[in-house]
């Protein structure tokens, strides 16, 4: 089975400073994709950014990137200058393939605070 | 163009009573799936429906079931409620070309 891990469950950060949110995964599948996801408290999961397996490079997406290092299983999000309504909860997950379906398995979180 | 919306927002209930959730995808998007997200917790899969059928089921009792309907969207039927069952669901909609799910504000369902 699929399992993701969030070693840090919350991280304090200056505005305007960059931060790391960790990510490992195991899985035995050659194919996988990795996603990121940002919940504020209203409870709504936004999608950031997706990572394949097989994708050369990391992915980018306006201050999102994905620091994905395949050998360790590891990929982190990357948040550059960070603002205050980056404050929420960040998840990362991973797309399980079975028999035609697809699920994500997805992490404990990581709860995020900039502070100003 | 609306994403994935669901309804309703919130919903209190007492032990024993069966409530439906509603989740109306994306359009253009065929493939409905539900989580329930307990407090301080990641999303758990509950069980994912394509072309009116379950297409996959987490690990989640027979008191949780779902339906779609034709115009792809779907709803979730939880009998006999539990303590437990206090949580926010989830409804996440895609379609086969679709890399990043679609995920709606959810239903916060809290059981007394």
């Known amino acids: 089975a699929q399992k993701i891990t969030q070693t840090q469950p919350g991280m304090f950060v200056q505005e305007k400073e960059a931060v790391t949110l960790d990510c490992t995964y195991d899985?035995?599948?050659?194919?996988?994709?990795l996603f990121w996801y940002k919940q504020p408290s209203s409870g709504e999961m936004i999608f950031l950014i997706y990572q394949g397996s097989y994708d050369q490079q990391n992915a980018t997406e306006g201050r999102y990137s994905l620091n994905f290092q395949k050998a360790r299983k590891s990929a982190n999000l990357v948040i550059s200058a960070s603002q205050l309504g980056d404050s929420a909860m960040y998840f990362c997950?991973?797309?399980?393939?079975?028999?035609?379906?697809?699920?994500?398995?997805f992490g404990q979180g990581t709860r995020l605070t900039i502070n100003p | 163009d609306a994403g994935v919306t669901q309804s309703p927002t919130h919903l209190i209930k007492t032990r024993g009573q069966q409530v439906t959730l509603r989740c109306s995808p994306k359009?253009?998007?065929?493939?409905v799936s539900w989580y329930q997200q307990a407090l301080g917790q990641g999303p758990q899969f509950i069980f994912q429906y394509y072309e009116e059928e379950e297409r996959q089921r987490g690990n989640f009792p027979d008191r949780f079931s779902g339906h779609q309907f034709p115009n792809y969207s779907s709803e979730l039927n939880v009998n006999a409620l539990l303590l437990g069952d206090s949580a926010l669901y989830l409804c996440?909609?895609?379609?086969?070309?679709?890399?990043?799910?679609?995920f709606g504000a959810g239903t916060r369902l809290s059981v007394l």
């Open positions: 359009s253009g998007h065929d493939t």
């Open positions: 997950a991973m797309r399980e393939d079975f028999q035609g379906a697809q699920k994500l398995v």
């Open positions: 899985t035995s599948d050659p194919s996988y994709g």
């Open positions: 996440a909609s895609s379609s086969n070309i679709d890399r990043g799910k679609l």
